[in-house]
């Protein structure tokens, strides 16, 4: 029997899975304890007795952090949950909980899942791309993660340097707090489309926003509204060359999308197009496919680990 918890910013999930991490057999949500790590200890520590009590002891635990994981120390950089940022996660739960314990990314754990399970299967190399509320990713080679040498792989939304084309796109520029300039991160997922749709709206069309939700802007674009059109159109000319150059440099047999962003089809194929048109390779299928566990990849990934 396989544990897995995924640790996010407002909520924790815990699943027991078959023993090849396919099944899910059950599952709990909890807010996630932030306050302390003794906090976190007890309730994720309750949490994992209660489904112990009705599906046997864990021989293992996976854990999915929505953070940075050091490949050496195993120290958490995750300031979303002050409970467990700055803690050896994995060695302490392990003195906790006394079985081994792994821990990963999210995006990394999501990748996992599609290369082994979902979408992915198969390909020799695949790119896992989230785009949620930010933008992520992970690379995943003949099934396994890319062990980097500090845990941050995969990390396309920063260091993008895109000032000079966010204003020459008419959009206004913007600093990311990580300390890298104007960075993808800030336009290039749920959250940017947010951002370049009000930029769309106030300098393009004279009108305030009637939304910053990329689901409510996406849907706005289906339906042929014009600013939706422009800031859907403006987002595909600052994301899509982004992936392609990842594209480019890995050749990657599959692009996996997860994230709130890739429940939309429609959306995704035309990043699909865009992505492939940049790509030096021709693509006979479609390369940037929704993933198959947009929303529990994480914890399946992590019951994988
Ligand atoms: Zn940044």
Redesign the pocket.
């Known amino acids: 029997m396989r544990y897995a918890v995924d640790i996010g910013g407002t909520k924790t999930a815990l699943g027991v899975f078959s023993d090849d991490a396919l099944e899910l057999l059950d599952a709990r949500v909890l807010p996630t304890p932030r306050a302390s790590w003794e906090a976190f200890e007890a309730g994720v520590g309750e949490a994992l007795e209660t489904l112990a009590a009705r599906h046997g002891p864990p021989t293992r635990l996976g854990v999915s952090v929505a953070g940075v994981v050091h490949p050496n120390t195993g120290v958490v950089r995750c300031t979303n949950v002050p409970a467990v940022h700055g803690q050896p996660l994995a060695q302490r739960l392990e003195a906790r909980l006394g079985l081994p314990v792994r821990v990963a990314n999210d995006a990394d754990c999501f990748a996992l899942a599609e290369a082994r399970h979902g979408e992915g299967q198969g390909a020799g190399v695949m790119l896992g791309l989230i785009l949620g509320t930010g933008v992520g990713g992970a690379v995943v080679v003949a099934g396994q993660l890319l062990p980097g040498r500090s845990g941050l792989s995969g990390e396309w ?4 340097q895109l000032q000079d084309r966010v204003a020459a796109l008419g959009l206004r520029v913007r600093t ?11 336009y290039g997922a749920g959250r940017g489309l947010g951002k370049v749709y009000t930029d769309v709206c106030e300098l393009h069309f004279d009108a305030p926003p009637e939304t910053t939700s990329a689901k409510a802007i996406v849907a706005a674009w289906r339906a042929g509204q014009a600013p939706a059109e422009r800031a859907v159109a403006l987002w595909l000319t600052l994301v899509a060359p982004a992936v392609a150059s990842l594209v480019n440099v890995l050749d990657p047999q599959r692009v996996v999308v997860g994230g709130g962003m890739a429940n939309d089809g429609a959306l995704l194929q035309a990043l699909d197009a865009r992505v492939r048109e940049l790509s030096l390779a021709d693509h006979d299928r479609a390369l940037v496919v929704p993933g198959r566990f947009i929303n529990d990849g994480s914890l399946r990934g992590a019951a994988s680990l």
């Not at 939304?157 to 993008?160: D, E, L, S, T």
């Open positions: 939304g920063h260091g993008n990311c707090p990580c300390g890298l300039g104007t960075c993808l991160d800030l």
